[in-house]
């Protein structure tokens, strides 16, 4: 039977015996009608987490695995961005190699006599995963690429250099004219609502 090996801070590893996993994904497509044929264009998609569900040896084999994902969770408040409090997840059988993330959900259930084999369920909220990979730039600012370069040439900055700059103050629309064009003149007076001439005669048939 293949093993789950959960890597963790300190050199902690862990190698599981996995009954259950469980990883949904969602994705949107955009179809677009050529000539020719129908294209389909992938815009979005997620893996958003994963969970588990592993069988133990022993409550003592159970016990230090909770130890440790309460010791990752309080770990996990120092993140700087570089993925160094995340736990790494290795099962090639299962395709899932090197990925990472941070354990946010774990179900203990203890009970009153000493259980054989006890079983826990834990979710990974995934970072770099089958459909993703962890880019610094995307959450943090970076120092080789400025905000010019993100927003780009035709993007007034909003909080630039010089927030109060002209071309960066946010100005309100102009309002609307409080005048009717059906009444008023070319010369700016009031008038009469400019009616249709009447053609013919106005007798009844």
């Known amino acids: 039977m293949s093993q789950l090996v959960v890597k963790g801070h300190k050199g902690k590893e862990f190698k599981l015996n996995c009954t259950q996993f469980r990883s949904p994904m ?9 000539r020719k044929m129908l294209q389909h264009f992938p815009v979005r998609a997620g893996q958003p987490d994963i969970n ?37 997840l290795w099962w090639p059988e299962r395709n899932i190699e090197n990925w990472s993330g941070y354990i946010v959900e774990f179900k203990v ?56 700059d002209v071309d960066n103050i946010l100005r309100p629309p102009t309002p609307p004219s409080a005048s009717n064009p059906e009444t008023s003149s070319p010369s700016g007076g009031s008038s009469t609502p400019n009616t249709p001439p009447l053609v013919g005669g106005g007798g009844s048939f």
Do not use: C
């Not at 969602?26 to 050529?34: F, G, I, R």
């Not at 016990?63 to 010791?71: L, S, T």
């Not at 009153?112 to 006890?118: D, L």
């Open 26 to 34: 969602s994705a949107a497509v955009t179809t677009v009608q050529t």
């Open 52 to 88: 588990f569900t592993v069988k133990f040896r022993s409550q003592d084999d159970k016990h230090k695995f909770q130890a440790f994902v309460r010791d990752h969770q309080i770990n996990a408040q120092t993140e700087t961005g570089d993925l160094s409090t995340a736990v790494k």
């Open 109 to 164: 259930n203890e009970k009153g006599f000493r259980e054989v084999a006890p079983s826990v369920t834990f979710g990974v909220a995934l970072i770099e995963s089958l459909m993703s990979e962890h880019t610094k730039l995307s959450s943090f600012y970076g120092s080789i690429l400025g905000w010019q370069s993100i927003w780009g040439p035709q993007i007034p900055a909003y909080r630039g250099p010089g927030p109060l």
